[in-house]
């Protein structure tokens, strides 16, 4: 019989259930972004964006770890749609600032209620494992 491994398990693997849970989480949204003609990784950018007036292509990557190649298509197509801006900063011209239109803002309000709607389906943990969940995902993600 071959060697088998217990560190070469599934269920040994911190890797499967985060990528599992996060698939879950993610596909959640697919419901409600789906008819805003939204997909997951745009409704993360207009997070940023509804939170700060202009952001460059650089920092919008870095807090929300996602490359330069991911990033630049996916502005592209949000410019053409009217959503967002983009322009070239006066003092580094390298540098690419995002701004949201007004149709970007407007769509604040549609959303504003997904956050909610996607808790539901996770419902099966209460508010302690939530802050719970928070504060070790966040910790994983601070070692970058």
Do not use: H
């Amino acid at each position: 019989m071959a060697q088998t491994y217990e560190q070469l398990k599934l269920k040994n693997q911190l890797c499967f259930p985060l990528y599992a849970c996060a698939r879950k989480i993610t596909n959640a949204y697919t419901p409600y972004l789906k008819p805003l003609g939204l997909t997951y990784t745009q409704y993360i950018v207009f997070m940023v964006l509804w939170e700060k007036e202009e952001v460059n292509v650089g920092e919008l990557g870095r807090m929300l770890k996602l490359d330069a190649g991911t990033l630049t298509p996916l502005l592209k197509k949000l410019e053409k749609e009217g959503y967002v801006t983009r322009k070239r900063s006066v003092e580094d011209e390298r540098i690419t600032c995002i701004r949201l239109t007004g149709k970007g803002e407007a769509l604040k309000e549609e959303c504003k209620d997904i956050p909610g709607k996607v808790a539901s389906a996770v419902g099966n943990l209460n508010e302690n494992d939530v802050k719970e969940l928070y504060r070790i995902l966040y910790k994983v993600m601070e070692e970058d």
